[in-house]
């Protein structure tokens, strides 16, 4: 279907996607994430800057639960950043640390390779190489390796739905199929098709056969898993058509969870994230089997 006929117009599709346009105050977000992730890293016992793959950007951070009872494990919160797959850090991202260390957790913040030096599908492998190294290794840290959850935002958010629908074992063949159960993606994408034919995104150099290999809403439901997927209320009609799409796709049993959480845009999401207080928060947290949530 083209672009026209999907009503899919070049300039609409900019006004959709660039977030940094519709959320005028973007950089202050930036700052104080970057600020708060720096306070954190200072603040908190972690590990930085392992490596879990040979290749550039292939990094990830952990920081140990605050406290748990003798002889427990924590369950461990893997976290994946946003920034259309060709930005940001997760030293940016070392704000999401603190609540749920706390909480009992354990968190793990991922890098990787940013496009256009490597592709989007290439990056879902480095997402699955790094799943590898942390159930191989979290609970050297205290984690459990049988109580992993992932939550990403934005690009995070797809890569975290392509962990769930992803063949893993064609790429870490030790990994066990349920090592993965539960997922939160936060304003995430899941038809790459739009984005290909976003004029602002075309350094992504998106393919068609990428899209079909990185779509998660045209790949099967996953086998296993629970994906909890939320937007903001104040996000753009593709990113809440976005969120509604992956439903659609995998269905209620796999998709319990997908809402819009009012008055939240692209980026205070994941502020309300850290809330412990807000909604988002306290689902996380039901997802990690620290708490359980009721449902709307």
């Known amino acids: 279907m083209s672009s026209i006929a999907s009503g899919w117009e070049p300039q609409w599709l900019d006004r959709m996607y660039n977030n940094r346009l519709l959320v005028p105050s973007h950089a202050t977000h930036f700052a104080r994430w970057a600020q708060d992730s720096e306070i954190a890293r200072q603040a908190l016992p ?10 550039p950007g292939e990094t990830l951070d952990v920081f140990p639960a605050s406290a748990s009872r003798a002889g427990d494990k924590a369950p ?4 994946i950043h946003g920034g259309y797959w060709r930005s940001l850090d997760k030293a940016d991202h070392s704000f999401i640390a603190p609540p749920f260390t706390q909480a009992g ?5 991922l890098n990787y390779a940013l496009c ?10 480095q997402m699955v190489a790094a799943l590898a190294w942390t159930w191989r290794h979290v609970a050297d840290f205290g984690g459990d390796p049988e109580r992993i959850t992932v939550a990403g935002h934005s690009a995070g958010g797809h890569l975290v739905a392509m962990l769930l629908a992803h063949d ?3 790429h870490a063949p030790d990994l066990p199929p349920d090592v993965v159960f539960n997922a939160l993606s936060i304003s995430g ?7 290909r034919l976003t ?22 439901c996953p086998l296993q898993g629970t994906l909890y997927s939320v937007a903001g209320g104040d996000e753009s009609e593709e990113f809440l058509r976005q969120n509604r799409l992956i439903r659609q796709a995998w269905g209620l049993e796999t998709v319990p969870v997908c809402e819009s959480l009012p008055g939240l845009n692209h980026f205070s999401i994941l502020e309300a994230l850290i809330e412990p207080s807000h909604r988002l928060h306290q689902l996380a947290l039901e997802l990690l089997g620290i708490r359980k949530v009721p449902r709307r």
């Open 168 to 170: 893993r074992a064609a």
């Open 199 to 220: 004029p602002f995104l075309k350094d992504l150099n998106l393919t068609p056969e990428q899209v079909r290999q990185a779509s998660p809403v045209l790949l099967p």
């Open 76 to 79: 461990v919160l893997v976290f």
């Open 116 to 125: 256009p030096a490597v592709s989007i599908p290439d990056i879902a492998r």
């Open 189 to 195: 994408l899941y038809d790459l098709e739009p984005i």
């Open 105 to 109: 957790a354990c968190v793990v913040v």
């Open 46 to 55: 972690c590990r930085l800057d392992l490596a879990y793959g040979s290749q």
